[in-house]
């Protein structure tokens, strides 16, 4: 069974097209917050190409985490919250999939770039230092 939590990562379909076949990875950044919603807070892992214009807060290489094999960067732009109980209901029915965690230099490197984007918007940034008052 799936649980949220900082660190889990999930394959969550997410394409222009919405296709199913098309998946990324998703990375929780807080555990559920203490809220009636207990959210949690994801971003998105997408690969860098070439002339595309991408966030360079946290770049991440190949062999970072077993799902990254191209030259990948966070994009802050596109962070969101979810309700834990959706999350874990659709990684139950099979529209998300679980992936390995990332590693707490993963992790930090990712908290650190997240501080620094200028894609990412205030309410996600506040959302974080509020519930990841370590940092």
Request: glycine share 2%.
């Amino acid at each position: 069974m799936f649980i949220p939590f900082k660190k889990a990562t999930l394959l969550i379909p997410s394409s222009p097209n919405n296709l199913k076949d098309t998946k990324h990875l998703f990375i929780i950044l807080t555990d559920p917050a203490q809220t009636r919603q207990s959210e949690v807070l994801l971003v998105n892992v997408s690969t860098i190409r070439n002339g595309i214009i991408f966030d360079e807060a946290c770049i991440i290489e190949p062999g970072e985490h077993p799902f990254i094999k191209n030259r990948s960067f966070i994009f802050y732009r596109h962070a969101r919250l979810e309700e834990s109980k959706n999350l874990i209901r659709k990684v139950k029915s099979g529209e998300f999939i679980a992936h390995e965690a990332i590693s707490d230099i993963l992790y930090n490197k990712i908290a650190a770039g997240l501080l620094k984007s200028k894609f990412l918007a205030s309410k996600f940034k506040y959302f974080y230092q509020e519930h990841c008052k370590n940092v």
